[in-house]
């Protein structure tokens, strides 16, 4: 399983960042996508979910309303939309499928 996410970077408040996830090595399209992130000196926090099929979503309350996560599985690619953004969504992105991690992404939001 190799998963790697980019798209991250330095942003102000309210503004927006569009996180893809390459997946590769299983069957992405049979398996749920999550994005976790981790936020320095703090335990990682689970943001959003994905079913296989694209159908179901499900969020972090903090985040509803302003992040959508999406997949596309003729691509093995999931992706995590983040509008509004605040300070406190700085952390490392994952994405992440059946308790595998790749390479994250750092997003910070600041002034």
């Known amino acids: 399983v190799q998963l790697q996410a980019s798209g991250g970077g330095l942003v102000q408040p309210g503004g927006s960042l569009h996180l893809s996830c390459a997946a590769s090595g299983f069957d992405f399209e049979e398996y749920d996508m999550s994005w976790v992130r981790q936020a320095p000196g703090k335990e990682p926090e689970w943001v959003a979910g994905?079913?296989?099929?694209?159908?179901?979503?499900y969020y972090l309350d903090a985040v509803k309303g302003r992040f959508t996560i999406a997949r596309d599985n003729a691509k093995d690619m999931v992706y995590l939309q983040m509008d509004s953004l605040k300070p406190e969504d700085t952390a490392v992105y994952y994405c992440?499928?059946?308790?595998?991690w790749g390479k994250g992404t750092q997003v910070t939001v600041s002034s």
């Open positions: 994905i079913v296989s099929g694209g159908e179901n979503t």
């Open positions: 992440n499928t059946e308790g595998n």
